[in-house]
T-cell receptor, first 115, second 114 residues
Framework: AQKITQTQPGMFVQEKEAVTLDCTYD???????LFWYKQPSSGEMIFLIY??????QNATEGRYSLNFQKARKSANLVISASQLGDSAMYFC????????????FGQGTELSVKP | DSGVTQTPKHLITATGQRVTLRCSPR?????VYWYQQSLDQGLQFLIQ???????AKGNILERFSAQQFPDLHSELNLSSLELGDSALYFC?????????????FGNGTRLTVT
């Protein structure tokens, strides 16, 4: 079974609008962390935002926020005021406490920002 | 800049050959991870080292091996290369093994096997 599911292979958004990228996860471990990474066409993997399973508030980092719904096991990334430079692949990922250190990734969502 | 350094950036080699990919983690990070990214398999975890010891193993082929040295840099060795090994190989590092520590990735080594 997939541990991390990103159901949107590709998405389009108009510049300056907000966009939500979906991520659902599956774990029985009470202690886990959820992460979002951005991969531009140049290839590097850039860490964006983190949410811990015990965090009461949704994480925010600048224009990025994470909509964490624990009961639904979802961790959607919200990008506000999209910019052309936001066009990239976005990956949701999870680390489980009982799995040591490894980070498991979803298949990714390709976001295209239109001018 | 993540602080993780990977060399070389590109590598082109022939089937049957052996290559070594090198990684220097961020200053202070004890854990090093190797990932393979291909179009059909996505991002696959290969192996993790923590302070010189193997910590976790993922979908790493027997033809592949890795190690972490006392100065914490790591090398991934790929041997008897096949066309299907062509991929982007990432190294990442983190402070520890806590589930709440993000991994910081290098820029990757793009391997092309011809």
């Amino acid at each position: 079974a997939q541990k991390i599911t990103q159901t949107q292979p590709g998405m389009f958004v108009q510049e300056k609008e907000a966009v939500t990228l979906d991520c659902t996860y599956d774990t029985s471990d009470p202690s886990y962390g959820l992460f979002w990474y951005k991969q531009p066409s140049s290839g590097e993997m850039i860490f964006l935002i983190y949410q811990g399973s015990y965090d009461q508030q949704n994480a925010t980092e600048g224009r990025y926020s994470l909509n964490f719904q624990k009961a639904r096991k979802s961790a959607n990334l919200v990008i506000s005021a999209s910019q052309l430079g936001d066009s990239a692949m976005y990956f949701c990922a999870m680390r489980e406490d009982n799995q040591g250190g490894k980070l498991i990734f979803g298949q990714g969502t390709e976001l295209s920002v239109k001018p | 800049d993540s602080g993780v350094t990977q060399t070389p950036k590109h590598l082109i080699t022939a089937t049957g050959q052996r290559v070594t990919l090198r990684c220097s983690p961020r200053s202070g990070d004890l854990s090093v991870y190797w990932y393979q990214q291909s179009l059909d398999q996505g991002l696959q975890f290969l192996i993790q080292y923590y302070n010189g010891e193997e910590r976790a193993k993922g979908n790493i082929l027997e033809r592949f091996s890795a190690q972490q040295f006392p100065d914490l840099h790591s090398e991934l060795n790929l041997s008897s290369l096949e066309l299907g090994d062509s991929a982007l190989y990432f190294c990442a590092s983190s402070r520890g093994n806590d589930y709440n520590s993000p991994l910081h990735f290098g820029n990757g080594t793009r391997l092309t096997v011809t």
